[in-house]
C-alpha cells in the first residue's frame, strides 16, 4: 500500500457494510483490536453496524492473520 494514497469504501448507505470492512482494514494494517477500530470509525462516520454481520467480518479477519 503507497504512501499518501487513498481509498474509497461504499455500500448502499453506508452505514453498516462500508464501516465493518473499514474497521477490519484497519485493525488488520494497524495490528490493533477490532473493536478499537471501530470505535475509531464511529468517531468519523454514523454508523448502524450489522452484530452478525461485525462477528462475520471479525471472524474472517481473524482467519487472515
Known amino acids: 500500500m503507497g504512501v499518501g494514497g487513498?481509498?474509497?469504501?461504499?455500500c448502499g448507505a453506508?452505514?453498516?457494510r462500508s464501516p465493518a470492512i473499514v474497521a477490519a482494514a484497519l485493525?488488520?494494517?494497524?495490528h490493533s483490536s477490532h473493536?478499537?477500530?471501530m470505535q475509531?470509525?464511529?468517531?468519523c462516520?454514523?454508523?448502524?453496524l450489522s452484530p452478525p454481520l461485525?462477528?462475520?467480518?471479525?471472524?474472517?479477519t481473524e482467519r487472515a492473520r
Open 14 to 16: 453506508g452505514m453498516s
Open 54 to 60: 461485525w462477528a462475520e467480518v471479525c471472524g474472517a
Open 40 to 43: 475509531i470509525v464511529a468517531k
Open 35 to 37: 473493536d478499537e477500530s
Open 45 to 48: 462516520h454514523p454508523l448502524d
Open 27 to 30: 485493525a488488520l494494517a494497524h
Open 6 to 10: 487513498g481509498v474509497l469504501v461504499c
